[in-house]
């Protein structure tokens, strides 16, 4: 019988296990290395990305921001403007109505009856004046409230003094005017 000895083969055979053992380990290291560094790579450029648009939003939203404060800008100017407007449009109709308002006056007044003094304060005019009865007084009034330039017309003051043979009516009166345009304040939202 013949004996061999394996051993030597076991051995060398166990030594080639190991070797393609380490070798097999240390293709997965590389290949984990290798996956590592495409995953890192890849979550570098996501980051970078994403810092891209971020800035890009970043600079739209800046963009955005001085033309919001632009069109606040405008909408305050276009306020102003439109006050502007509306008092210009206010002293236009009011123009005429003072003329308006003489010219009716001066047909209202009844004979007999004479102004000193006219004062107007907003949309209301007081009148002074001397008339020779009380009567004319109430003609003057009447006339007044039928005017189209005046209405409510209110006695204040009167006053009756003697002047030699004749009997005088001081009196004081305030009178509406119509169609005088109210001061309109402007709308602080623009529109």
Do not use: C
Not at 88 to 100: F, G, P, S, T
Not at 147 to 173: C, Q, R
């Amino acid at each position: 019988m013949m004996r061999l000895n394996l051993l030597p083969w076991r051995e060398q055979r166990r030594k080639e296990l190991d070797k393609r053992l380490v070798r097999h380990a240390a293709m997965a290291w590389v290949g984990v290395l290798v996956v590592l560094l495409y995953i890192h790579m890849e979550l570098d450029g996501v980051v970078s990305r994403q810092q891209a648009r971020n800035a890009y939003l970043q600079q739209q939203m800046a963009l955005m921001a001085s033309k919001i404060h632009k069109i606040a800008l405008i909408k305050k100017a276009r306020a102003e403007l439109l006050a502007r407007m509306n008092v210009i449009q206010r002293l236009q109709m009011d123009r005429m109505l003072i003329v308006h308002s003489f010219n009716s006056l001066a047909r209202d007044v009844p004979p007999g009856v004479y102004l000193t003094s006219l004062a107007q304060t907003a949309q209301a005019f007081t009148i002074s004046g001397v008339a020779q009865s009380n009567e004319r007084v109430s003609q003057f009034m009447r006339n007044l409230a039928a005017s189209p330039w005046f209405t409510d017309p209110v006695l204040d003051v009167i006053t009756v003094k003697k002047s030699g043979t004749t009997h005088l009516s001081f009196f004081t009166l305030t009178a509406q005017g119509k169609g005088m345009a109210p001061v309109k304040k402007p709308v602080a939202g623009g529109r």
